[in-house]
């Protein structure tokens, strides 16, 4: 019995593992291994109660991705975000006022600015702007492309072309610095 249960597990975790990492492109508070072990264990219940015996791997991976999809649907349920800008204790003291007190200024930090603003004043035009802001809100390409009336594909090769004109701005900038 477990010999079978083995023969399953290694016939289908490479595939599990590309549903997994596909699952999780949009969720930064998993780990694609967590959700695959999540797999893992219902795919056991499953066999111990008898259910995998004549399915297909097909129908299999399909009940993996579905009950992750709910797993993940239940765990964003319960987790709890926390505005910046909302008091934190008695005094009115803000979560971003705490943060900012913690933050040490580096050199780094003022790199960062200093490409960000020269990116935003010299690199992008209006729309490369309008898309980056977006990403910031924690649009996906397609809620960006509805907003902008365009489709999702051409999000996709503007991001494209905003990372390309950031990485470039980046080595002059750098190289400035260094000289």
Not at 25 to 51: M, P, R, S, Y
Not at 78 to 95: A, C, F, H, R, W
């Amino acid at each position: 019995m477990k010999n079978n249960f083995e023969r399953i597990i290694t016939r289908l975790t490479p595939t599990l593992k590309r549903i997994t990492h596909k699952l999780n492109g949009h969720f930064t508070f998993f780990n694609d291994d967590d959700l695959c072990q999540e797999a893992l264990i219902h795919l056991w219940v499953l066999f111990q109660e008898g259910k995998l015996y004549d399915k297909t791997d097909s129908y299999i991976l399909q009940g993996c991705y579905y009950h992750l999809k709910n797993y993940i649907r239940t765990s964003m349920d319960k987790v709890k975000t926390q505005s910046l800008e909302s008091p934190i204790d008695n005094d009115g003291t803000t979560l971003e006022e705490v943060v900012a007190l913690e933050k040490q200024p580096y050199e780094e930090d003022f790199i960062d600015k200093t490409l960000y603003e020269d990116v935003r004043k010299n690199g992008l035009d209006k729309r490369e702007l309008a898309i980056v802001k977006m990403c910031m809100d924690g649009l996906t390409v397609r809620e960006i492309g509805k907003n902008l009336g365009i489709s999702h594909v051409a999000v996709v090769k503007l991001r494209k072309k905003i990372g390309e004109k950031c990485r470039k701005l980046g080595r002059e900038i750098k190289r400035s610095y260094q000289n």
